[in-house]
């Protein structure tokens, strides 16, 4: 849709950013289209079916936010694809970090419905590939996307085999992860929510990461990592009112891969929200040197708030 924030100058922005260095020696693979079964591994079939014939009947508006076109079946297909593919190239050894730059972006689609700008939810569709399908026991989720990533949440609330450790903007779309809200049954404390307020800067969301969200996956010892990486809680972005800079995201970038070359777990990457195109493409290419090994973690002091009060709330779970 004309003026949507979730737009093809995105990708476009991130693109030439990259080129003009060098694409930072990265390889460039084609995302592959994700086949209807690999879609239903954590959507319903009549999900599926209701956005290819949404699409194939040129499209409409699923809700307010949410809009499909003709071409958007074979972007959403690519978009869980290519995070799919990208894990199966990182479990066969053939690099041990990746990052999947596509749209559109997808935790917030749950099994049965898209929301959010969201179809699929290419990130819970490659964690649910990963454990059914390549033999891991184990898969860390680290969302740091300003909006709760409330797809892959509710997609995997009720599991002990994903962790989902979410940090995002609270009162913002799309109302949901509270602090308190831990997961349910066999999944009760695999489900870490951390809110942070309006106008939060970087400061706050590397304290959440460092001393709870790290600890935890610690523990966890997941043999996969990935990140919903969203980069919407910039300080340019429209969409939400956090005060992030690239630097931050690169040093969110640098806590998480350091756990990953601990852990001996590969790390990858795929691309939620950021609606500001200057400052997405400066916040992808600061996060892609990180992962790709340049840069050190500095420290993150303990917030006396979020941190503290989300320390107290989640040591029934985990050494904290």
């Known amino acids: 849709m004309p003026g949507h924030p979730e737009r093809p100058e995105r990708l476009l922005a991130i693109e ?6 060098a694409w930072l020696g990265w390889e460039r693979r084609e995302a592959p289209l994700a086949s209807e079964d690999e879609l239903e591994l954590v959507h319903s079939a009549a999900h599926v079916q209701g956005i290819r014939e949404l699409c194939a009947g040129g499209g ?35 690099d041990r970090v990746g990052f999947c730059g596509t749209r559109p972006a997808g935790h917030h689609a749950e099994r049965g419905r898209a929301m959010g700008f969201c179809l699929f939810d290419g990130i819970a569709v490659a964690a649910e590939l990963a454990v059914r399908e390549l033999g891991v026991k184990r898969v860390l989720v680290v969302d740091w996307d300003v909006h709760h990533g409330n797809g892959t949440a509710e997609i995997f609330r009720h599991r002990d085999d994903v962790l ?24 009760e404390g695999y489900t870490i929510n951390l809110p942070v307020a309006s106008g939060s800067e970087g400061e706050a969301w590397l304290s959440l990461l460092g001393h709870i969200v790290i600890p935890a996956g610690r523990e966890f010892a997941p043999q996969l990592i990935l990140i919903s990486a969203g980069f919407d809680a910039h300080r340019a972005d429209p969409l939400a009112s956090c005060a992030l800079d690239a630097g931050d995201f690169g040093q969110m970038a640098c806590h998480v891969r350091d756990l990953a070359v601990e852990l001996g777990a590969p790390l990858g990457a795929v691309l939620e929200g950021g609606y500001d195109i200057e400052a997405l493409a400066e916040c992808v290419v600061s996060t892609l040197v ?22 107290a709330q989640l040591r029934r779970y985990w050494e904290l």
Do not use: N
Not at 16 to 21: M, N, P, V, Y
Not at 69 to 93: I, N
């Open 16 to 21: 030439r950013a990259l080129a003009e260095c």
């Open 164 to 187: 989902v450790a979410d940090i995002h903007q609270h009162g913002i779309f799309p109302g949901s992860g509270p602090l308190a809200d831990v997961g349910s049954g066999p999944g």
């Open 60 to 94: 409409g508006s699923i809700d307010p936010d949410t809009y499909a076109v003709e071409a958007s079946w074979e972007a959403a297909r690519r978009a869980a694809g290519g995070a799919s593919a990208m894990v199966r190239a990182l479990l066969d050894g053939e």
């Open 290 to 311: 990180a992962l790709g090994g340049a840069g050190e973690a500095k420290p993150a002091a303990p917030d006396p708030l979020p941190t503290s009060r989300a320390a």
